[in-house]
């Protein structure tokens, strides 16, 4: 199996540097990148399907909000997760409501954000799972069709 | 149970009044129903199967979030919108996060309700859909599985039959080279047999190979499953009926006990029988002989026993859901056959299957890469030999020369995937959404266990309440593992 990957993209270099080793720490085997814009973000997002992106929300240039909208129209299947400052709750009802699948507060509490993450990407392998079995028995149906067809055929 | 509609949760006459009219007026063919608080409402849910559920966030006793965790466990399919004052900032996070679909502030502008609760609806009907092509692309696949298997058993030729019924069971496993010891020893002898094992571990393959290896070869083998056939019918099944018997009874009929005559009876899921029919069962034990419905006469009957359970009986015995004295008579000699997880031989099995496979199937598929190994290795198989076979079949259906991990995406979703740990924060918003999106086939193994234990272990009202037919009912537990045993009242 491909290790899980995550993509943090935050303006503020110290976060860039904390999060992904706190991550990479306490979830095993998971692969972290990261952009310090948004516009550095969807050029990754465009080459590589991350199994979850956490943004944070104020940004200079196109912010977390408008980050947030791209990656749904993009990547529709990527669980999000924005960064908020404590207390901005206009803001998060904001990203809630954009499709982000939850979000965390400055500052940030270590055990929260990875539970957080991990529920985001296991929905989002779950999806993936069921999908990917969906179209497996599609495609062993149609094969079945196949071999009735041809015992029906062998038979007559 | 009735469908559909939106109910409407406010301690608000004025809102109680005007919404359900703006709904109606804007939304045609809309049922709405309205409950002036969370208790109220909660009782509605339980009766019917709303399309939506619009709640105040601030009532008196039980409020909109409370309200809101409880639809989300009982209904978890139902979308929810929450009203909120304006600018409550706080409260419609907590909503949002416990998995509110959407939330709508005061004073309420009418045509952003219609459009919220228009999408949620939409959204609820879409993956009902999702769902629906699921479940039929399943079944679809089960009756082409059934042909083949059905086709294939008439194509072979009957050279087949003296092959060793062992045959089926072994396979240098040390768990099994035990139990096919004690078939041998038991075959030749008077014994009842009760043969225990989870589902799916080759129980029915064990009662034939004991009548097989039997002197009753010669006679009639024939398999009852006791949890395919309703309460109300399992007698006159068991046992036959006289003409007049009963409503409908137009003519005689024999029961499975004298259409076995002479051979041996085979009693599948035994710990189904109504413990009415239990005594009845043991006369039949103890004196050799039935009395169908509607007679005076008993007859006598010359039939071996084997019967099966894939829970322990001793367990349902002392739970008072088995007769002991039924036990008793039934465990004369007892065989258990190990879960494939606990044996040694699950590869060698699955190649044996796929060689299988690759005549029935005609593919060209003869080999199991090494991480496809693992992966079957890792996996739990709940329904056991049966399941493995299944899985291996369907892989080879995909595969072109090596089963690969990827041709393993039919394996069943591990539940433990989907269900949420209780120790976890609950999921937020749409992330419990994709959640229950997904979980939905796991989920039918909740519902039905739920609606047993409402119908307490009753197979036909289950049914009902769950709007499948019986049949289906009685496939989906098999699946699942799930006995109606486990929920009648001791």
């Not at chain 2, 002479?262 to 069962?281: C, H, M, R, S, W």
């Not at chain 2, 039919?410 to 609950?426: G, K, S």
């Amino acid at each position: 199996m491909t290790p899980l990957s995550v993509l943090i993209v935050d303006d503020d270099p110290a976060l860039l540097q904390a999060l992904p080793q706190a991550l990479r720490l306490r979830m095993g085997g998971v692969t972290v990148e990261t952009a310090d814009s948004a516009t550095a973000a969807l050029e990754r997002i465009a080459a590589q399907d991350y199994d979850a992106i956490v943004t944070d929300i104020k940004m200079p240039g196109m912010d977390g909000l408008a980050l947030l909208a791209e990656i749904r129209t993009r990547r529709p299947e990527t669980p999000t997760l924005i960064i908020t400052g404590h207390g901005e709750n206009e803001l998060a009802v904001h990203a809630l409501r954009g499709g982000a699948c939850d979000f965390i507060q400055k500052p940030i509490d270590r055990d929260y954000f990875v539970a957080a993450l991990y529920r985001a990407i296991r929905a989002h392998v779950l999806n993936r799972r069921v999908k990917d079995r969906q179209q497996a028995l599609a495609c062993c149906a149609e094969e079945l069709e196949r071999v009735v067809q041809k015992l029906e055929r062998e038979n007559s | 149970m009735s469908q559909g509609g939106v109910l409407i949760v406010d301690d608000d006459l004025a809102v109680l009044q005007a919404l359900p009219e703006a709904l109606r007026m804007r939304m045609g063919g809309v049922t709405v129903e309205t409950a002036a608080c969370a208790t109220a409402a909660l009782d509605r849910i339980a009766a019917r199967d709303y399309d939506a559920i619009v709640a105040d966030i601030k009532m008196p006793g039980m409020d909109g979030l409370e309200l809101l965790a409880e639809i989300r466990t009982r209904r978890p399919e139902t979308p929810t919108l929450i009203i909120t004052g304006h600018g409550e900032n706080d409260l419609i996070v907590r909503a949002l996060r416990g998995g509110a679909c959407d939330f709508i502030s005061k004073p309420i502008d009418r045509d952003y309700f219609i459009a919220a609760l228009h999408r949620a609806m939409e959204t609820r009907e879409a993956r009902r859909r999702v769902k629906e092509r699921q479940l039929a692309l399943e079944r679809h696949l089960s009756e082409l599985e059934a042909v083949v298997e059905q086709r294939t058993r008439e194509r072979r030729p009957t050279t087949k039959v003296s092959e060793s019924p062992l045959s089926l069971l072994q396979g240098s496993s040390r768990q099994m080279e035990q139990v096919v010891q004690q078939i041998k020893r038991v075959a030749d002898s008077p014994l009842t047999v009760l043969v225990q094992g989870e589902t799916g571990t080759g129980k029915e393959l064990v009662a034939r190979a004991i009548h097989q290896l039997s002197a009753r070869r010669e006679k009639p083998f024939v398999a009852v499953d006791c949890g395919a056939i309703p309460d109300t019918l399992i007698e006159s099944e068991l046992f036959g009926y006289e003409k007049g018997a009963f409503t409908g009874a137009h003519e005689r009929k024999e029961g499975q006990f004298q259409l076995a005559g002479g051979g041996t009876l085979f009693l599948d899921e035994i710990v189904n029988l109504p413990l009415a029919t239990q005594a009845k069962l043991l006369r039949a034990l103890q004196q050799r002989q039935v009395q169908p419905l509607g007679s005076k006469r008993a007859v006598p009957v010359a039939v071996r026993i084997t019967a099966a359970s894939n829970v322990p009986l001793e367990q349902e015995v002392r739970l008072g859901r088995f007769r002991a004295d039924v036990y008793y008579r039934l465990n004369e000699f007892v065989i258990t056959l190990p879960p494939l997880r606990e044996r040694d031989n699950i590869l060698q099995l699955a190649n044996g299957f796929l060689a299988e496979a690759g005549t029935e199937l005609d593919r060209p598929c003869c080999r199991i890469s090494e991480a496809a190994a693992q992966v079957l290795l890792r996996y739990d198989w709940p329904g056991n030999v049966r399941e493995l076979r299944n899985v291996i079949r369907r892989a080879s259906l995909l595969a072109s020369d090596v089963i690969e991990p990827e041709h393993l995406a039919v394996l069943p979703i591990d539940p433990r995937l989907a269900t949420d740990h209780p120790q976890e924060p609950a999921p937020a918003g749409s992330s419990l959404k994709e959640l229950a999106q997904a979980a939905t086939v796991d989920a039918e193994g909740r519902a039905i266990r739920s609606a047993l234990q409402a119908t307490r272990g009753n197979k036909s009202e289950a049914a009902r309440l769950l709007r499948v037919d019986y049949k289906t009912l009685h496939l989906k537990m098999k699946q699942y593992g799930i006995s109606a045993g486990q929920f009648r009242q001791s």
